[in-house]
């Protein structure tokens, strides 16, 4: 019977001398430098179209009228001066110490939980409304984000 025929010896594997057993990358071209600052450039601005439909509509519906009675507390406007809101007079804390010292504010203020209403009903609702809610809600996240590990999304 015929031999079969040996494998060839390997051969020794060249030897690398510690200088240059890692590749020296280059730096970055000019050309490099301008294509990556121009990505970064361009998903910002992409955040940014996310998120201005959110900034205008927070700004229209919550940021101006909060600016815009903060304003009326510190003035004396009333609604006639609506027309004409420049001709209104600067009055300070004047229109909070008039309220304050306001017999029936201070009456209404301290009378809370007095007249059928339980404080402690109140913040027993809100826990019993709360609780289930948070429950489901730790519940699915647990569950998202067990399947986002999985499928690898990042």
């Given at each position: 019977m015929a031999r079969p025929p040996m494998a060839p010896a390997p051969t020794p594997a060249p030897t690398v001398e510690p200088e240059t057993r890692h590749a020296v990358r280059p730096g970055p071209t000019a050309a490099g430098l301008w294509r990556l600052r121009r990505l970064r450039r361009r998903r910002a601005?992409?955040?940014?179209g996310f998120a201005a439909p959110f900034t205008v509509?927070?700004?229209?519906?919550?940021?101006?009228?909060?600016?815009?009675s903060l304003a009326m507390?510190?003035?004396?406007?009333?609604?006639?001066?609506?027309?004409?809101?420049?001709?209104?007079?600067f009055v300070g804390a004047r229109n909070f110490v008039?309220?304050?010292g306001d017999?029936?504010?201070?009456?209404?203020?301290?009378?809370?939980?007095?007249?059928?209403?339980?404080?402690?009903?109140?913040?027993?609702?809100?826990?019993?409304?709360?609780?289930?809610?948070?429950?489901?809600f730790l519940v699915l996240q647990r569950q998202?984000?067990?399947?986002?590990?999985?499928?690898?999304?990042k």
């Open positions: 601005l992409v955040g940014w509509l927070f700004v229209a519906f919550m940021a101006l009228p909060v600016l815009a507390s510190v003035t004396d406007m009333r609604s006639t001066d609506l027309r004409n809101p420049f001709a209104v007079e008039r309220l304050f017999e029936l504010f201070r009456r209404a203020l301290f009378s809370v939980g007095q007249h059928r209403t339980s404080f402690g009903l109140l913040l027993a609702g809100a826990v019993v409304v709360v609780l289930p809610v948070l429950a489901v998202f984000l067990r399947g986002i590990a999985t499928t690898g999304l």
